[in-house]
């Protein structure tokens, strides 16, 4: 079964200093990754996916086959990062239905 | 245009009784899902519809049910509600299954 893993549960940065969350997965064919964000107080939403091969807010996201990871990284972290970030899969076999990580909760500090 | 709504926004609940949770979305979303949000576990799928009049089951779908009568609404329902129900449920919509989901404000429902 595929599974998404993301191994820190905190973050805590300064601000201006690279953030980079883990990411991996256990899925052997061809999959989509998505990266969404939780503001404090605001739902849910997509930052990316790996497909579209953008930067989004100063994030962006490799899909690395070789080592199954989707890291997320920032090379310089502001205070409106501070979120909880949850990873997810898609793979043609769930048709489309996302499998989500436990998440990553990131604190950035003045 | 509200997009994606839930009620109620929270509820407590004594063990045992049946509650139905509400989502509503005005975006002609062919597909719809409900998650359950815990600590640690991240966001798990309950059931999902990929059109009006299908349903299916998602990696938790035990103690739930949903219908989807038309388009708009997908309606949860814990029909004998237990602690282990205690959570936040969120429901979410995309126009087809491979797209980007919009999710809901959310639901925290307690279970004593």
């Known amino acids: 079964a595929q599974r998404v893993t993301q191994p820190e549960k905190l973050l805590s940065v300064f601000k201006g200093a690279p953030v980079e969350l883990k990411c991996n997965y256990s899925?052997?064919?061809?999959?989509?990754l998505f990266w969404y964000v939780q503001y404090s107080r605001q739902r849910l939403q997509l930052l990316l996916r790996h497909i579209s091969r953008e930067s989004i807010k100063g994030f962006t996201a490799d899909l690395n086959k070789g080592e199954t990871s989707f890291h997320l990284k920032k090379p310089f972290a502001q205070e409106e990062d501070s979120a909880m970030y949850y990873c997810?899969?898609?793979?043609?076999?769930?048709?489309?239905?996302?499998?989500f990580g436990a998440g990553t909760q990131v604190v950035v500090t003045p | 245009i509200a997009g994606i709504t839930q009620a109620p926004t929270s509820q407590i609940l004594a063990a045992g009784r049946r509650m139905t949770l509400r989502c509503t979305q005005d975006?002609?979303?062919?597909?719809m899902y409900w998650y359950r949000q815990d600590l640690g576990l991240g966001l798990r799928l309950i059931h999902y519809?990929?059109?009006?009049?299908?349903?299916g089951k998602g990696e938790v779908p035990d103690g739930y049910s949903v219908s989807r009568a038309n388009t708009d609404d997908f309606p949860l329902t814990l029909a004998s509600a237990v602690p282990s129900q205690t959570s936040v449920y969120f429901c979410a919509s995309s126009v087809g299954l491979y797209n980007e989901q919009f999710f809901g404000p959310g639901t925290r429902l307690t279970v004593l």
């Open positions: 975006m002609r979303h062919n597909a």
């Open positions: 997810a899969l898609s793979t043609p076999d769930s048709w489309g239905k996302l499998q």
């Open positions: 519809s990929n059109t009006a009049g299908t349903t």
């Open positions: 899925y052997s064919g061809s999959p989509e």
